[in-house]
């Protein structure tokens, strides 16, 4: 049972390039989640996602784009690349928040440096 | 804005020692949920409280909920020097479909 899988594990983009971050699910989760972590300021929502074919902004959304075509993959993309999107990358999944919350399932991450 | 905000931003302890990191928040919540960070790897679940407990046990870990003062806390007993990690709270707020982390407090636990 793989978890939570983000693709790819590293990356250096040139300030202007674009690419797509890939995390895949194998536990059936309806949420999927896109955080980026910069020192000092833990985790960040960037998109959401509560089923295929939904996504939402989170609190630092501008730059990023997403897609959920299949409930088992969730794309991050950046369209045009900036050295403040350098970062570590985390995908999560989970069943859901709310009153029948679950714990969210994190990837390991993708450390993205953007020059 | 971030909604939980943990507190201190570190703690170093001796082994052996407990370790106490607190975390608040700002609007009601449905679940509280403390996570754990090894350097440079992906988060792991600890242990989850909704709104209406007060109080939560796994192994070494104590977890409180104060609704009406917006904070929880977690206790880990007896720590190790394998505790040293980064520990984080996350909260969904009523109403939200979000999962929204604080900034974390850093935990080292000498030997």
């Known amino acids: 049972n793989a978890g939570v899988t983000q693709t790819p594990k590293f990356r250096v983009l040139k300030t202007g390039q674009s690419m797509t971050l890939l995390c895949a699910q194998d536990m059936n989760h309806e949420y999927m989640y896109w955080y980026r972590q910069d020192p000092g300021m833990g985790l960040r929502l960037i998109h959401y996602?509560?089923?295929?074919?939904?996504?939402a902004k989170g609190e630092v959304p501008d730059g990023y784009n997403v897609s959920r075509l299949k409930k088992q993959n969730f794309l991050l993309g950046l369209e045009s690349a900036a050295p403040s999107q350098t970062s570590v990358y985390f995908c999560?999944?989970?069943?859901?928040?709310?009153?029948?919350?679950?714990?969210?399932?994190f990837g390991q991450g993708t450390r993205l440096t953007v020059v | 804005s971030q909604q939980g905000e943990e507190d201190p931003q570190a703690l170093s302890i001796q082994e052996g020692e407990n370790a106490t990191m607190n975390c608040s928040y700002k609007t009601s919540i449905n679940n509280l949920q403390w996570y754990r960070q090894n350097s440079g790897r992906g988060l792991v679940h600890l242990i989850l409280?909704?709104?209406?407990?007060r109080e939560k046990h796994s192994g070494r870990l104590r977890v409180t909920l104060d609704t009406s003062k917006k904070s929880s806390s977690l206790l880990i007993t007896a720590s190790r020097a394998a505790d040293t990690a980064s520990y984080f709270c996350a909260t969904d707020a009523n109403g939200s479909e979000k999962l929204v982390f604080g900034k974390g407090t850093k935990l080292t636990v000498n030997p």
């Open positions: 996602s509560v089923g295929e074919g939904t996504t």
């Open positions: 999560a999944s989970s069943a859901g928040t709310g009153r029948g919350g679950a714990e969210a399932f």
């Open positions: 409280i909704r709104s209406n407990e």
